[in-house]
């Protein structure tokens, strides 16, 4: 098959829960068929190269366009475009694909994420009857909702509101016109189906390199490390940040004082650097690799309150051996057995009976064990052979 895949990042490197995503699906594409990868690169970065990519037949590399302009605030407000879309709409990237889909034939169209639904649009001529198949990372109307209740300010909150209602009817439209649709859960495709019992929807859960994962203990010193890992500069991770290490932490702290929590992440906004001024903190900023901090950690923290869409960092942490304590937002979507192989906590005394729980060297490795054993059946080169077993179903072709 002759695929193109749009994706509205620069996915090498493969750093964050979105990057880690985008790239392992594409290469389990490419590594099946003649792939076309397009994408944002954003300014001042380097630009992969087949090197990098090797299993593109065609690596299209497009400036990312400039986020949150005043003129995309106006578009946001008062087209028919939520500005989250607008941000990744491009007439660059819309002129490139269309010269290109004018020259070749493709099999299939694969759009990494509903916010480049506007450059969909504007290539609707070109693709003509090419199937169009969306890879969701979250539900958006839902991440946004989910945002504006745990926003600060009665602005932000009602952008949110105004904002969820544009994205949950541009999902409705896509429901209706695209060929197929992949999530991340079990749970959003039935909130899909709920949306539209005619949609087709496959489920391609979140997956982790557990060769790459598979970490040699360190028993050299005891494990007194809490470690939360993630993107620091995305809203929900620096509002879970904020509230546990603020909240949840003291308590703890009191109670172990040897112990470190370790806030592991790229590009920490300001809010989270200065968490470094709390008693027992670190906050690492952009590192080259996390499993150095696995090696030594006492347990994975995700202390998520709002977002969407299932957490890569928890998989991580459990290829790397580590016990993951989560909220339920947290850990939500992600087929686990709480209690067997990961523990569930929302209030302080539900952290602190957690961590108790886990002192227990018996429960600890129980726990460590039956997680480990989990991720083994969600490495992502399973899962991206049924994302290609999918789309041969979907096309009607032999695998």
Same mark, same amino acid.
């Given at each position: ?71 995309? =605030? ?24 269309? @010269? ?34 969306? @890879? ?45 649709? %992949? ?45 939360? %890992?993630?993107?620091? @500069? ?18 703890? =702290?009191?109670? %172990? ?14 809010? %989270? ?84 729980? =886990? ?5 600890? @490795? ?34």
């Amino acid at each position: 098959m002759r695929i193109l895949y749009l994706s509205p990042r620069q996915s090498w490197p493969p750093v964050t829960g979105a990057k880690l995503r985008d790239y392992h699906l594409a290469r389990a594409l490419g590594e099946r068929s003649e792939l076309t990868y397009a994408f944002y690169t954003p300014p001042g970065s380097t630009v992969p190269t087949l090197q990098d990519l090797p299993f593109c037949r065609r690596i299209i590399a497009i400036p990312a366009p400039r986020a949150y302009s005043p003129w995309k =605030l106006v578009q946001g407000v008062i087209g028919s475009w939520p500005v989250t879309v607008v941000n990744y709409t491009s007439a660059e990237m819309i002129q490139s694909i269309g @010269n290109l889909l004018r020259q070749e034939t493709f099999d299939l169209v694969h759009v990494d994420i509903i916010h480049l639904a506007a450059c969909e649009a504007g290539l609707r001529k070109d693709l003509g009857a090419t199937p169009v198949f969306y @890879n969701w990372h979250n539900i958006e109307s839902e991440l946004m909702q989910r945002y504006g209740e745990q926003a600060p300010s009665f602005a932000r909150r009602r952008y949110a509101a105004v904002t969820a209602r544009s994205l949950q009817s541009i999902e409705d439209r896509i429901l209706r016109t695209a060929s197929g649709h %992949v999530v991340c859960s079990d749970r959003e495709r039935a909130l899909l189906l709920q949306r539209n019992s005619q949609a087709r929807v496959a489920v391609i859960e979140n997956g982790v390199d557990t060769g790459a994962f598979q970490i040699p203990a360190s028993d050299a010193e005891p494990r007194r490390r809490l470690v939360f %890992v993630g993107s620091m @500069n995305y809203h929900a991770n620096i509002e879970g940040a904020l509230w546990f290490t603020r909240s949840i932490w003291p308590g703890i =702290l009191k109670r %172990v004082p040897a112990w470190k929590l370790t806030i592991v992440g790229a590009n920490p906004v300001p809010a %989270v650097l200065a968490l470094r001024a709390e008693p027992g903190v670190e906050v690492t900023g952009t590192v080259p690799d996390v499993k150095p901090y696995y090696r030594d950690a006492f347990a994975a923290v995700v202390p998520v309150r709002s977002g969407s869409g299932t957490r890569l960092k928890i998989l991580e942490a459990m290829a790397a051996g580590v016990p993951v304590i989560s909220t339920p937002i947290g850990a939500e979507g992600l087929p686990l057995s709480p209690g067997k192989d990961i523990l569930l906590a929302e209030q302080e005394q539900e952290w602190q009976a957690a961590l108790d729980e =886990l002192q227990r060297p018996d429960r600890w @490795n129980e726990i460590a064990a039956a997680a480990r054993a989990y991720v083994v059946r969600h490495d992502w080169q399973t899962l991206g052979r049924r994302l290609y077993e999918t789309y041969c179903e979907w096309m009607g072709r032999t695998p």
